[in-house]
């Protein structure tokens, strides 16, 4: 097979383009390097660092672009113009597009990853430029593949009735959980809670501030679990995305500003250590294509409250304490209940931990390099 990926959203820079879809990017590449596929693939991107700063980034076949596309409009353009001759060049027959988007003009095998529809059922949490292009060319992406990959079997069902697509050409390839992810020894716990001067008893939400992820119904829940007189800090990491100035305005009038600890972009080699620290994380978000968060905190021990909207039930299982995100007496009577049975706790963190077990990384690399032998086969 000859197989080519864009990994133009391949990000290594400490803000929230690291996350989402380029840590999709970036586990799909790492899988490839295991199962032996470098010779066969092609990996397309503009970040000339990613081959020494992804690990066994140098066994992989790269294709770099002549111009930066860190610019949004700049990638859009080269995706839909420079791709598809970049790909005839090289005798790519297979081109993975794995950001809901492909280039209209590639004449040969075609895959999309369809991670969620949020801009078609959020519309409110997106601008009106990102939402039109999203809404109208995932659509005609998705019709025009020749295999639709998504993360969740929710996202499935979003897709075919949504966008139309042909049920038997849309598969799901779940997301997985990094090795990084696991219970750390408590000296080790102890020692990063010291150094960043955290308290005793937290709550933790990581994930990218924009208005699906509920943040400030979290903020709310917070200050009513203080009012009740529950001693905890809250922890909200993650790097800015779009319009979260209500998350800090929110905050101040509440009066919870001494309480509330924003670090920032927090890094992959960082974020097991905020998860073990952690009493419980919540993670309340009004739609999810899979919910990465959840399953990394699980993998880690910690306790989970999260959504019982859209691909969370499926991706937690009954390992979590499942709630109603658009209901603040919901939010705050699970974080309660959790914050006040240790023996709850407990057993969340072991149901976790077996949950988590479940999701590979590797068996998702392994699902679209069959895609793409599949495609080769029959063209």
Same mark, same amino acid.
């Given at each position: *097979?000859?197989?080519?990926?864009?990994?133009?959203?391949?990000?290594?820079?400490?803000?929230?383009?690291?996350?989402?879809?380029?840590?999709?990017?970036?586990?799909?590449?790492?899988?490839?390097?295991?199962?032996?596929?470098?010779?066969?693939?092609?990996?397309?991107?503009?970040?000339?660092?990613?081959?020494?700063?992804?690990?066994?980034?140098?066994?992989?076949?790269?294709?770099?672009?002549?111009?930066?596309?860190?610019?949004?409009?700049?990638?859009?353009?080269?995706?839909?113009?420079?791709?598809?001759?970049?790909?005839?060049?090289?005798? &790519?027959?297979?081109?993975?597009?794995?950001?809901?988007?492909?280039?209209?003009?590639?004449?040969?095998?075609?895959?999309?990853?369809?991670?969620?529809?949020?801009?078609?059922?959020?519309?409110?949490?997106?601008? $009106?430029?990102?939402?039109?292009?999203?809404?109208? +060319?995932?659509?005609?992406?998705?019709?025009?593949?020749?295999?639709?990959?998504?993360?969740?079997?929710?996202?499935?069902?979003?897709?075919?009735?949504?966008?139309?697509?042909?049920?038997?050409?849309?598969?799901?390839?779940?997301?997985?959980?990094?090795?990084?992810?696991?219970?750390?020894?408590?000296?080790?716990?102890?020692?990063?809670?010291?150094?960043?001067?955290?308290?005793?008893? +937290?709550?933790?939400?990581?994930?990218?501030?924009?208005?699906?992820?509920?943040?400030?119904?979290?903020?709310?829940?917070?200050?009513?679990?203080?009012?009740?007189? +529950?001693?905890?800090?809250?922890?909200?990491?993650?790097?800015?995305?779009?319009?979260?100035?209500? &998350? +800090? $305005?929110?905050?101040?009038?509440?009066? %919870?500003?001494?309480?509330?600890?924003?670090?920032?972009?927090?890094?992959?080699?960082?974020?097991?250590?905020?998860?073990?620290?952690?009493?419980?994380?919540?993670?309340?978000?009004?739609?999810?294509?899979?919910?990465?968060?959840?399953?990394?905190? *699980?993998?880690?021990? %910690?306790?989970?409250? $999260?959504?019982?909207?859209?691909?969370?039930?499926?991706?937690?299982?009954?390992?979590?304490?499942?709630?109603?995100?658009?209901?603040?007496?919901?939010?705050?009577?699970?974080?309660?209940?959790?914050?006040?049975?240790?023996?709850?706790?407990?057993?969340?963190?072991?149901?976790?931990?077996?949950?988590?077990?479940?999701?590979?990384?590797?068996?998702?690399?392994? *699902?679209?390099?069959?895609?793409?032998?599949?495609?080769?086969?029959?063209?």
């Amino acid at each position: *097979m000859q197989a080519g990926l864009n990994a133009h959203l391949l990000s290594f820079d400490r803000t929230y383009r690291a996350a989402g879809i380029s840590r999709y990017i970036r586990n799909l590449l790492l899988g490839f390097a295991k199962l032996g596929e470098p010779e066969d693939i092609t990996v397309f991107a503009s970040d000339r660092r990613a081959p020494r700063l992804l690990p066994n980034g140098e066994r992989l076949h790269w294709c770099f672009s002549r111009w930066s596309t860190a610019k949004a409009s700049r990638r859009i353009a080269w995706e839909q113009l420079a791709l598809p001759l970049a790909a005839s060049r090289k005798g &790519i027959r297979v081109l993975h597009s794995p950001a809901h988007v492909a280039p209209l003009a590639w004449r040969g095998r075609s895959v999309v990853t369809v991670h969620d529809l949020s801009f078609l059922l959020l519309p409110q949490a997106f601008s $009106a430029a990102n939402r039109l292009y999203l809404s109208a +060319f995932t659509r005609l992406s998705v019709r025009r593949a020749d295999i639709v990959l998504t993360v969740s079997e929710n996202t499935r069902r979003d897709v075919i009735r949504l966008l139309g697509a042909r049920p038997e050409r849309v598969r799901v390839a779940y997301n997985g959980v990094e090795e990084v992810f696991r219970p750390l020894p408590a000296e080790q716990v102890e020692e990063f809670r010291r150094r960043r001067g955290l308290a005793e008893r +937290f709550i933790l939400f990581l994930g990218t501030l924009e208005p699906r992820k509920n943040v400030a119904r979290l903020v709310e829940a917070y200050a009513r679990l203080r009012q009740a007189g +529950f001693p905890h800090q809250l922890v909200i990491g993650g790097g800015r995305g779009w319009l979260y100035e209500e &998350i +800090f $305005a929110l905050v101040q009038r509440l009066g %919870v500003e001494k309480e509330v600890l924003f670090p920032g972009f927090i890094s992959l080699e960082e974020e097991p250590l905020w998860y073990n620290a952690a009493e419980v994380f919540a993670y309340p978000s009004l739609y999810e294509g899979f919910g990465l968060p959840p399953l990394e905190a *699980m993998a880690c021990g %910690v306790p989970v409250v $999260a959504s019982s909207t859209s691909s969370l039930p499926e991706v937690v299982g009954e390992a979590a304490i499942l709630v109603d995100p658009y209901s603040l007496d919901d939010l705050t009577a699970a974080l309660k209940r959790v914050l006040s049975d240790e023996a709850l706790r407990h057993e969340l963190s072991g149901r976790g931990l077996a949950r988590a077990r479940q999701f590979s990384w590797d068996q998702t690399a392994r *699902m679209a390099a069959e895609v793409y032998r599949e495609l080769s086969r029959n063209d």
